[in-house]
């Protein structure tokens, strides 16, 4: 058995799939320190800079002096602190929801919002191109009436709505109703495209299903403030389930739940992701809680997020980049060929840049690209040095 693992190692990296994970030896801001050298930053989620702002270390500092740093147990036993209560309430006004409720990652708020809610007669429904953690959520689950729809693709969906509407009448073997659930990501993270989450809340309501959207990238992203994509679409009160991350715009670690008080209440007695594991550390609520009030109080940073992702996508334009159908800062910068989105990445690192290559199987075979995420934490001049030298390399490989 040990030999078979090292085997398999050994073949990844024959293969060229193993992934060489890097070490940062700085903060996380504009820019990097990996094995001493510094690198521009175009790969961290840090949209809003919030990663490493000072009022988010100052706020982790004040509540290590106060209440120390683990919870040392369950939220569901002594692990709750009055910090949690305080960031639910926060995130709860921050979205415009009844209710939410944190859990310790994005990862974990999508089992746990979908796990405690379906079982294996249940029905789901869901974009071909949702997020790992959605999938591995429905798997868990154990839920084996799956409808998957094209991405994005509302007709495609409603072309089975026949087929769905024959399974939802028929009763389950114990005699119970069966639960249709449509679930989707915000903004899909290879491409930067949105979820047509308007025409998703008319198929819902036809249906009699729960819509779920899972907001990670579009948290301190989309909408006033960085509400998210109900916001940007003015759907508040409409989708039953919104999952959001605290790892990404929110800049320090977690997971969240929101919607209605009785959905809210249903998952703190049930989700076995809060009852199971412990709580958020002290350090994470409060900075949390500092962000999030940050957030609502000023659109300074999300403004600043955008006119760094406007600028990026018209240089890398002007440059003569395909930089594919993307609406919001994460920025596709289409190679093609998987090897050579590898080799444009590597040539990239050697001239002080750091960027993402996403290749199959995360996108579809011959498509492979960069990906590029700006973040408020940015500098015009920064972003000028990075197009600057992404065209470098662009034009000694021959996509530009
Ligand atoms: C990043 C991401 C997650 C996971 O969030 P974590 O807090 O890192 O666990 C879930 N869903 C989507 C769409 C994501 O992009």
Known sequence: MKNQLAGTIKTMKEKGLYNYIKTVESEQGAYLLVDGKKYLNLCSNNYLGLAAHPRLKKAAQEAIEKFGVGTASVRSLIGTNSLHLELEKELASFKKAEGAIVVTSGYLANLAAIQTLLGKDDIVISDELNHASIIDAVRLAQVTNKFIYKHGDVKNLRSQIAKINALKNE?????????????????????????????????????????????????????????????????????????????????????????????????????RQFLFTNALSIPDTAALIAGVRMMGESDRLLKKLWSNTEFLKESLKKAGFDIGQSVTPLTPVMVGDENKAKEFAAFLFQEGVMVSAIKYPMVALGKARLRLIPSAAHTKKDLRYGVEKISLIGKKLGLI
């Open 171 to 271: 009763k389950t073997p114990d005699g119970a109703n069966r639960q249709v659930l449509i679930v989707t990501d915000g903004v899909f993270s290879m491409d930067g495209d949105i979820a047509p989450l308007p025409e998703l809340v008319a198929v819902a309501r036809d249906l009699g299903a729960y819509l779920m959207v899972d907001d990670a990238h579009g948290e301190g992203v989309l909408g006033k403030n960085g509400r998210g994509i109900v916001d940007h679409f003015h759907l508040h009160g409409q989708v039953d389930i919104e999952v959001g991350t605290l790892s990404k715009a929110f800049g320090v670690l977690g997971g969240f739940i929101t919607g209605k008080k009785s959905l809210v209440e249903y998952y703190r007695q049930r989700a």
